[in-house]
């Protein structure tokens, strides 16, 4: 069987970056609270846990006192940090520059909206941690929407500024945007409509990578973890363009899939996908018995 990983496949910087200074926080103390799992991922949570890293709800963090807590690549609302404050917790602030970035120019966009009676409007995944982070930038005052249906929570009438969470689709983004100009532009406001490309250019080329990768192999096994938003979009697209592609987050799926001594395996993943489960999975493919 011939296998191989996807070499632009594995975390990106933002993700890379929050690891890192849980490990270095780590090996300095042996202990670290983690605000809501550091990645998408179970495996590598698990892996960080077993070196001391403790993963705590909101509610946990709102009853810490003296401690160190990490914030992960995908940001914090404001509200976290008045509560650090408030308790003397030291945040490792792990927010991804990409991330922080949107935060900053959201809050900015927001208070302009105040003063003219406009609204922001967040393209994202409802609930997800980074979209908490960018609603809480408005005051909880923000729309967020998931699809076009969620447009009719708009009202056309006013100023509107769309933001993405920077790990969405291009596509459907562009999607979302046709259609706010459409409904702005039939009620005769077209002027009162700006939108920002706040997608993730890392996420955006992957979009492409995945299925020229994909298109190669007989087989595509896609690891990622099921929480992952990122990777439930990089898979539907290895599906689309290879429908012999299979979802996995542990080593004990490969033994539902149905493979055959000459098959071609290509092994890729999401931005929160450790790459040494890649290479796990990649080896437990080559000492594969028929």
């Known amino acids: 069987m011939q296998v191989t990983i996807d070499k632009d496949s594995g975390f990106c910087f933002g993700v890379v970056h929050a690891i890192e200074a849980a490990e270095k926080a780590l090996r300095e103390e042996g202990h670290l609270f983690c605000l809501g799992d550091i ?38 609302p404001p509200k976290t940090y008045a509560v ?22 959201i809050a900015a966009s927001y208070l302009q909206m105040k003063r003219i009676g406009g609204q922001i409007v967040i393209y994202g995944k409802k609930g997800h941690a980074e979209v908490v982070g960018l609603l809480g930038q408005t005051n909880q005052e923000g729309i967020v929407v998931s699809s076009i249906g969620d447009l009719d929570q708009v009202d056309f009438t006013r ?6 969470q920077t790990t969405q689709s291009v596509e459907e983004y562009g999607k979302i945007i046709a259609e706010m100009r459409r409904r702005y532009r039939n009620g005769g406001g077209e002027a009162l409509f700006e939108c920002h490309d706040t997608i993730c250019r890392r996420v955006a080329n992957r979009a492409r990578q995945i299925q020229e990768f994909a298109v190669q192999y007989d087989k595509v096994i896609f ?7 990122n990777g439930l979009y990089l898979f539907d697209l290895c599906r689309r363009i290879n429908p012999q592609s299979w979802f996995v987050s542990r080593l004990q799926q490969l033994d539902d899939i149905p493979f055959a001594p000459d098959d071609s395996v290509g092994i890729c993943g999401a931005t929160s996908t450790p790459m040494w489960l890649m290479q796990e999975v990649a080896d437990v493919l080559r000492s594969k018995q028929f």
């Open 159 to 164: 100023t509107s500024v769309l933001y993405s």
């Open 84 to 105: 650090a404050a408030r308790n003397r917790i030291e945040l490792i602030d792990a927010t991804c520059q990409v991330v922080l970035k949107l935060q900053r120019d």
């Open 223 to 229: 690891v990622s973890g099921e929480k992952s938003s």
């Open 39 to 76: 990645v998408h991922n179970n495996e590598e949570v698990r892996r960080l846990e077993n070196k001391g890293l403790q993963i705590i709800n909101e509610d946990e963090f709102n009853r810490l006192n003296d401690s160190r807590v990490l914030i992960r690549a995908h940001g914090e």
